[in-house]
Every structure is written in C-alpha cells, then in structure tokens.
C-alpha cells in the first residue's frame, strides 16, 4: 500500500483551494490512490488579522473539518501565525532527549572514562549547538535591539509550575549586561528590587516592608528594605505570553529580579498596567477587575544572553 502525507495545498481564496483539492482527488483516483476524507483538514490563515471569514472548504461535495493549527515537516503552523505552539514542542522534545543523555552521566556504574568519552562526544557538541528555530530567535532580537555587541551565545530555557518562581537574584558578571526575557505560556509580574548596596539605611524598615521581605517565603526579598534616597525603586513588569522583556545598564546592575513562589500574582501598578488594560483579547488568567494573575498553566521563558568569554575546558573528565 502506498501512502502520501504531509501535503499542503495553498492559496489565497477558498475556490482557489477547492480547484487544487478537486484537481488533486481526479488525478490521485485516476491512478488508484483515495483521499481521505476524515484526516484532510484546511486552516484559514489570519495573518494579516483581516476579519473576512472562509466559508469553507469541500471535498468532492462533502464538507471538510476546520483546524487552527497543524504540523508540516516538523513545524507547527498556527492559524494567527505565531509560533508559540511550535517553540513549546520543540522545547519539550529538546527535553526528552536531554534527560536521556544526562542519565548516563549520572549513572553511578559507568566508568569514569566512557562518562568523559560520552560528554566529549555528545553532551558537550548538543550543549554548545544552538538548533535552528532557536538561532533565529536569536537573531532577531539582536537585529531587532542592537543591544548586543555580538551574537547571544546562551539561551536558558526555564519552564515554571504555577505555584514556582524565581527568588531574587542578580545575573552577575559573567554575562555582558543586557538580558532578553521571552515569556510564553502563563503570564507572570516580575519584580525589581534595587540591591541593598544602594540603600541608604537598614534600620528605619516600616512593618509593611518588614513582612515583604519575606513574602518569598524563606528566601529574604530584599524589596523594600528602605526605601532609598538615591532613585533607586522597586518596580513590577507584567510578563505576558510571547512579550519580550529587555533590561540593561541599572536594571541590571543595581537592581534584583525575582518571580514570586505563588498562583496568584497582583499586577496592580506594574510599569507596563496600561499596555494589559488596552489588550484586545485579555488572558483568561488574568482578571482585569481584580488587576491579578491566577496561574493555571506552565510558563516557559527563554532568557537569552551573551556570555563574555567561554572557557573551553570548563568540565574536564
Ligand atoms: O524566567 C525568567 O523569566 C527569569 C529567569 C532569570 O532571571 C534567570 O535565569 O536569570
Ligand atoms: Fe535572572
């Protein structure tokens, strides 16, 4: 039995795919072949976000079913055109087999020298390959800000549970100071916190900022400590799905940033409050009357940076 998939017929009017689809099945039963009726689909593209609506599309007089999405060699085509979809399950798979190569290394029985021979030859070469779909993220948001002196050579890629955060932290000097967020799935309001070198005095902390400082549970949050003489202020920034978040030069270098441990995120007053109340399409974990977040779904972000100088030896077996 022979079988043919993956076949997209494209065009820019609903007719002009009902002549290819109807050309297709003559020619295809002309030679023996059948198309399917239940596994053909067609997706209506909104790219432009034109409103017009296809009526539409038939298979030898029979009605075929609508989809949003679809998979074509490997990549996942959304119907609005984002690619959301596609970097989730690129990202999973990546996963899956990470998992499998990093089990070797911690296998307790494996000798020490097939664990080297193993890094050498595997973990290292996928650690420092940067997939395509990934380098032209990259890319773009080096075109895009020009804020890198050379191409981002580090993409770490964190996937939070609803109730997970991150505890407030500095990127530190390894990195040249500018970090790109890409956020994708629930929404999330980060925190800034200016360092504790730039606050003038520790001892005059109000009872509100006390019981801030360790609203992150037991990691201290420095948030609020003092409230400083020098301009330095805490500040929140809504994180929706597929924002690009970039921060640089003091953002970087005198403040901490941090995801709060919790479900529910409050994004009343953060920086970017305008931008979330004009949306068009609001997130359905976000409610705009209680201006807060109840984390349903994962998030995954992608912060992507450049590292200054890459040791080559840096694990040795
Ligand atoms: O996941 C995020 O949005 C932040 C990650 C981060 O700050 C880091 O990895 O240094
Ligand atoms: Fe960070």
Redesign the pocket.
Known sequence: MLFADDIVLVDEHREGVNCKLELWRQTLEMKGFKLSRTKNEYMHCRFSNSSNQSDGISLDGVGIGASRKFRYLGSIVQHEGDIEEDIQHRIKAWWVKWKNATRVICDGKMPIKLKGKFYRTVIRPAMLYVPPWLMKVTQKINEETGLFPSPINHV?I?E?LPNQG?MP?Q?GPAYFPV?A?L?LGSP?V?DFTPHSRLRACTSTLTEDAKEERFSYGNIENEKDKSSDNNNHHPFSVL?MPRSL?IFEDSAYSDYL?G?KDSVMHCFDGVVNEVEVLNQKEPDPELSRDLKSIQRTTNRI?L?CRLVLKVHKNLFKF
């Open positions: 770490l964190n939070y991150i932290h990127d970090v967020i956020s999330v980060m994180l978040l940033h995801i972000s912060t």
